[in-house]
């Protein structure tokens, strides 16, 4: 199924060995050779390079920037749409070279697709070929080592970089992290909009039930449910 998802084909169903349904203004023509897509970009065969995006290790904002767009979910939800014949549209956020708008899948091709995409336990979800390869020969040609970037910064000494600040705050507390990735600040009350602070740390159980009780709210520990996968969705006729 890995296989079949870089050719752009169906590994099974009834439409096995065949190319990967488009919709959309598709011209004909051969997509499949060499081209130069930008500065350091470029596409062949179904893989595509892109080698235009560079970062500091200091340079905490923007390896958060890269990070994010790294771990971005592989399928958006929203581009999804069910036909009522059936069968799964999913729309492109750029369309192909070839005029490609949509994909059409069958619902066994759309989890072919995704089941494809799911690593495998205990890999390395990012792997390096070609030059790229640990033990190539050649990786020092275009992957600045530590001891390399170092030589050359201290033989640059009129270099433009930015200077590197003395001390950098290397934990984040967990107020700045939730609104961070859930957009809540907790540090704001939702009645008055005014700032929270901390009053004082309650600690005694016979406190913390007496709190609870008065406030109408569950005052026990409730049991730890054991974990299950999350729910499924059911296509018609599977």
């Not at 169906?10 to 990967?20: F, N, W, Y």
């Not at 958060?64 to 592989?74: D, G, M, Q, T, W």
Request: proline share 7%; charged share 30%; with cysteine.
């Amino acid at each position: 199924m890995q296989a079949a998802s870089v050719s752009s084909t169906i590994a099974l169903g009834e439409r096995s060995g065949q190319k990967v349904r488009r919709l959309g203004l598709v011209t004909p023509g051969n997509f499949e050779g060499a081209r130069i897509d930008g500065e350091r970009c470029a596409s062949y065969k179904g893989f595509s390079l892109h080698a235009n995006v560079s970062t500091k290790a200091f340079e905490r904002e923007k390896l958060e920037r890269l990070v994010r767009y790294i771990a971005r979910p592989p399928v958006a939800m929203d581009r999804l749409h069910q036909r009522p014949d059936g069968l799964i549209t999913y729309r492109l956020k750029k369309k192909y070279k070839d005029g490609t708008e949509r994909l059409l899948f069958s619902p066994l091709e759309l989890l072919e697709k995704l089941s494809a995409i799911v690593p495998k336990p205990r890999t390395h979800v990012t792997r390096y070929h070609g030059l790229f390869a640990p033990n190539s020969k050649h990786r020092s040609k275009i992957v600045k080592g530590k001891v390399n970037e170092k030589k050359k910064v201290k033989a640059d000494t009129d270099s433009e970089l930015p200077e590197r600040p003395e001390k950098t705050k290397s934990k984040m507390s967990w107020a700045k992290l939730l609104n961070r990735v859930f957009k809540r600040d907790v540090t704001e009350c939702h009645f008055c909009r005014g700032k929270v602070k901390v009053v004082s740390a309650i600690l005694e159980e016979v406190v913390i039930e007496r709190i609870l009780t008065h406030l109408e709210l569950p005052a026990t520990i409730p049991d730890i449910k054991p974990a299950r996968p999350p729910p499924q969705e059911e296509f018609e006729g599977f």
